[in-house]
């Protein structure tokens, strides 16, 4: 897991099916997948957005992969690229990685081995990564998203996870509304409603009730800070 945020996954998929299913499977590894239905899209939402790494069909409407694979790369972003293709020849293979990519994948595929070669391509990025996160006696397994405070158990359900795991990874920082609304739920969620509030109270009772030190402070008006230091 890369330092400051979870990942977040940009999909560009033709196929609204395919995109779901695919989105489901993912999510179900706790990344945050944003979807872009053909190559216009994906590169408007590069703008707007950024991206730990990029699932590129090959051939989209409009724009192809190609071409908004080599867009990106003109433009100086260097978001690892996954390309998924029915194409199957050494020449498609050899184009896609010129034009840019960094991984090529022909359909149909294996999910697992999808899985495999986007944590190989994580890894390969320039990211920091953390095991373990300690904030005083809480401490956070990255791998197992297990829990324990002064060496007990906290269960959380996905989401409180979620919501617990992008506060550590920014430990002491101010943590906005919007903030939490971008990296742990979706691009369509409404940062407006009190689901935010509802499930940072969820956490704080979890993490900080029948401890002396509590660990996440609400700073009226602005947002959140976990922090051990009082």
Not at 57 to 75: A, F, H
Not at 168 to 185: K, M, P, Q, Y
Request: glycine share 6%; aromatic share 6%.
């Amino acid at each position: 897991m890369p330092a400051g945020r979870p990942l977040r996954i940009l999909l560009v998929e033709d196929e609204p099916q395919a995109a779901q299913m695919l989105a489901l499977g993912l999510a179900e590894q706790h990344y945050l997948v944003d979807w872009a239905p053909d190559g216009n899209a994906a590169v408007e939402k590069t703008h707007t957005t950024s991206y730990d790494l990029i699932i590129l069909d090959l051939l989209l409407p409009g724009r192809s992969g190609l071409d908004v694979c080599r867009e990106l790369r003109r433009s100086g972003m260097d978001v690892p690229i996954l390309m998924l293709t029915a194409k199957d020849t050494v020449d498609d293979r050899i184009t896609g990685l010129d034009q840019g990519a960094d991984d090529y994948m022909t359909k149909p595929f294996e999910y697992a081995e999808l899985l495999a070669r986007i944590r190989a391509l994580l890894r390969r990025g320039a990211f920091s990564y953390q095991e373990e996160i300690r904030i005083g006696d809480l401490q956070i397994d990255l791998r197992t998203r297990r829990v324990t405070r002064s060496g007990k158990a906290v269960e959380l359900s996905a989401k409180e996870y979620a919501v617990l795991e992008y506060l550590a990874l920014r430990t002491g920082e101010l943590v906005t509304r919007e903030d939490i609304s971008e990296h742990v739920w979706d691009e369509n969620f409404n940062a407006f409603t009190n689901l935010i509030e509802v499930y940072v109270l969820r956490v704080r009772r979890k993490i900080d009730s029948g401890h002396a030190v509590k660990l996440i402070r609400t700073r009226r008006g602005e947002g959140y800070v976990l922090s051990a230091e009082q």
